[in-house]
């Protein structure tokens, strides 16, 4: 079994900054792209960010220039720094693992974390 446990989700004032940890455990024997979605109250899932094993990134458009992702692929974990946080970044951030084989010869699935609420506001 594969699980996503996210962590450093909280309250923070407009212009603060935040932190966010994804770590994936289990059997895992590799790992495509890690990312982070965000779904605010009456909205869709977003992606925020990706990136790929090789250390490509990509960003949601309202994040760039903000928001950081970076990944530590012997420890399986991607982390988000946020900063200069606006009200309209307030959602719950969901970590993603796409493409994961937990063998060699596994088919590759997808796996989501629980989410973190992620509240800005003054």
């Known amino acids: 079994q594969v699980q996503l446990v996210e962590s450093g989700g909280g309250l923070v004032q407009p212009g603060g900054s935040l932190s966010l940890t994804c770590a994936a455990s289990g059997s895992i024997f590799s790992i495509s792209a890690m990312g982070w979605y965000r779904q605010a109250p009456g909205k869709q899932r977003e992606l925020v960010a990706v990136i790929t094993g090789g250390g490509s990134t990509d960003y949601a458009d309202s994040v760039k220039g903000r928001f950081t992702i970076t990944r530590d692929n012997a420890k399986r974990t991607v982390y988000l720094q946020m900063n200069s946080l606006k009200p309209e970044d307030t959602a719950v951030y969901y970590c993603?693992?796409?493409?994961?084989?937990?063998?060699?010869?596994?088919?590759?699935?997808?796996?989501w974390g629980q989410g973190t609420q992620v509240t800005v506001s003054s």
């Open positions: 993603n693992a796409d493409n994961v084989r937990r063998f060699s010869f596994s088919r590759p699935s997808d796996y």
